[in-house]
């Protein structure tokens, strides 16, 4: 087992965080959607439509060779974490963001409003969280709260807990919202 995976919403860091963990780790950084891309999962029709549609199967195969040899480290980010295959993985950092300062991202980066409301919903929800717990279980899958600290920051959080092996927390920006009496204002019906 040996494959650090980093997932999250749209927004959350998942490329700056991969990048300079990977770095400091000396090991290779894949990113998901472009590895995608570069094994011809993604065809020139869903490429044109912008969907991010996947041929999963195919995906699911790539990733099968790309892990095969279990002895080298490698960090994988992206979203589709759930496809790598669940033995070859030894840790998962879902990246998380308070849905007010996700909703700002994503707007800062241009999203259309749907795209928007879609994405937050999700964090909302935590379906990358739920995905993550579905395919790797409970005791592999760590979440960071990335609202307030920089990426840099991030690494070192998720640093510590492989040195020090940590229980992990979750993250319930539903739960929260709720108590709160705010969650209308992240909630479509
Ligand atoms: N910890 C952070 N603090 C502040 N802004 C951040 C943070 N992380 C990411 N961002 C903002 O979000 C943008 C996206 O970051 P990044 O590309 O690393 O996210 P991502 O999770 O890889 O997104 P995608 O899923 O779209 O690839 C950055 O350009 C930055 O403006
Ligand atoms: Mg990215």
Redesign the pocket.
Known sequence: MSVIL?G????????????ILGSKLSVEVV?L?DFADESGCITAEDKARKTGIINEDCLVDALLDLTDDKSKRMVI???YIDLVPSSSVQWVFI?R?HPE?LRT??T??KYSKGKVTENVEAEVIGVCQMDALEAFGEERVFEID??????P??VEIIEKIMKDGSSPHRIDWMAMLEEQGRLDEFLTD
Do not use: C, M, W, Y
């Open positions: 980093i999250g919403s749209p927004a959350t860091g998942k490329t700056k965080v991969a990048k990113a959607g980010e992206g979203h990246l963001t300062q991202r994503l800062e980066r990335t609202t307030e600290i920089s990426a920051d991030a």
